[in-house]
Nanobody
Framework: QVDLVESGGGLVQPGGSLRLSCAAS????????MGWYRQALGQQRELVARITRGGKTRYADSVKGRFTIDRHNAKNEVYLQMNSLKPEDTAVYYCNADVERALWDQGQVYWGQGTQVTVSS
């Protein structure tokens, strides 16, 4: 009953910027960690950025200094600001969240459907 929906993807030129959004809805008691992953064509899915409920972040080395993850806990939303985009950033970007559906729930990982980001001239 938990749904994650990504938005904000599209086509952008190298050096450009995009801001991805992910909204969680459904049976949500509390969301712990949230993150962004990406999967390029023919490649494995990889971590891009993670953020705890308290705001602690970590990033893949390939995006440090260029991407910023942030969240709005009250809205159950997480964002990824992507600057200085490179063709190598082209991938489907997926939202991820550790969701507790009730007080007694230990939590479960949920995934969004993905949004395409294409960096090309």
């Amino acid at each position: 009953q938990v749904d994650l929906v990504e938005s904000g993807g599209g086509l952008v030129q190298p050096g450009g910027s995009l801001r991805l959004s992910c909204a969680a809805s459904g049976s949500i008691f509390k969301i712990n960690d949230m993150g962004w992953y990406r999967q390029a064509l023919g490649q494995q899915r990889e971590l891009v950025a993670r953020i705890t409920r308290g705001g602690k972040t970590r990033y893949a080395d390939s995006v440090k200094g260029r991407f910023t993850i942030d969240r709005h806990n009250a809205k159950n939303e997480v964002y990824l600001q992507m600057n200085s985009l490179k063709p190598e950033d082209t991938a489907v970007y997926y939202c991820n969240a550790d969701v507790e559906r009730a007080l007694w729930d230990q939590g479960q990982v949920y995934w969004g459907q993905g949004t395409q980001v294409t960096v090309s001239s």
